[in-house]
């Protein structure tokens, strides 16, 4: 377990973006990583090998190609500056993804106490690292990006019903930190529901790699263990005539849903 572990938090990759990874893994990271350690052998320096790695050769045969090859990631999803940053982003996460590897076992005495503390703690790091990412994926702009930012600290203040201030009294209006708005109670705490149910849903449902393991989804990815969360039973799909008129069903309301004209996501590149 690392603090910025791989979870099933959400479905965060679909059949391209495992795709783009194996591309820049097998064409971009390795070659650059094998070169690297090539010439840092011919020097006689260690390598990143063994128990003791040193800083130095973590640096030059992990994190600059890691660095790097995010850095395209970024510049392949759009050619905004932005972009690029949410592709530096990434690389940062995985290299302390990869340092904490090297060195977090090293500070508890056994596997399981180390397990116990780094299974919840990565799980809300990596939920809440993958969430401020995608808000500089989203944002026009790196100032857009920073307001929103701003506003999930809650330094803008936190603004509420006013029924719901209402009965706050002066608990929160003398450090000036909630602030009524015209907004019906209701409609609040519909969306909080909304909110707590999707969230469920993430975090219970397997995701579609998952659902469709015994097919292959991906190529190289072989039919495995059954990991459907939280849920106590498989929900894999199979082909059958309930799975049909299931999918049929979820199809017809997602095409009825579809209002409007949407923004394509990659209009910049």
Request: glycine letters at 10%; proline letters at 6%.
């Amino acid at each position: 377990y690392s603090p910025l572990q791989a979870t099933s938090i959400i479905d965060f990759w679909s059949r391209w973006h495992v795709t783009l990874t194996r591309f820049l893994t097998a064409y971009l990271y390795n070659p650059l990583a094998l070169w690297l350690t090539r010439r840092r052998l011919g020097k006689g320096l260690p390598g990143l090998g063994g128990g003791n790695a040193r800083v130095g050769a973590f640096l030059q045969l992990l994190a600059a190609p890691m660095l790097l090859t995010m850095f395209v990631s970024g510049v392949w999803h759009g050619a905004g500056y932005v972009f690029v940053l949410w592709g530096l982003l990434h690389g940062v996460y995985l290299t302390i993804n990869h340092a904490w590897r090297l060195a977090g076992p090293k500070l508890w005495s056994s596997k399981e106490s180390y397990a116990r503390f780094m299974r919840p703690v990565g799980f809300v790091l990596t939920f809440f690292s993958v969430v401020m990412a995608m808000v500089l994926f989203r944002s026009p702009s790196v100032g857009a990006a920073a307001g929103v930012f701003k506003g999930m600290l809650g330094c803008n203040g936190i603004e509420l019903p006013r029924l719901f201030v209402e009965k706050l009294g002066g608990l929160g209006l003398p450090l000036q930190l909630v602030s009524g708005v015209d907004m019906p109670a209701k409609a609040f705490i519909v969306t909080q529901l909304w909110i707590f149910a999707l969230l469920a849903i993430a975090l219970a449902l397997p995701n579609t790699l998952q659902v469709m393991a015994r097919y292959e989804p991906v190529l190289g990815v072989k039919e495995r263990p059954a990991n459907t969360g939280l849920l106590p039973f498989a929900l894999t799909w199979k082909p059958t005539l309930l799975w049909a008129f299931a999918l049929s069903a979820l199809a017809a309301v997602a095409i009825f849903q579809v209002g409007g004209p949407s923004e394509f996501l990659y209009w910049q590149f």
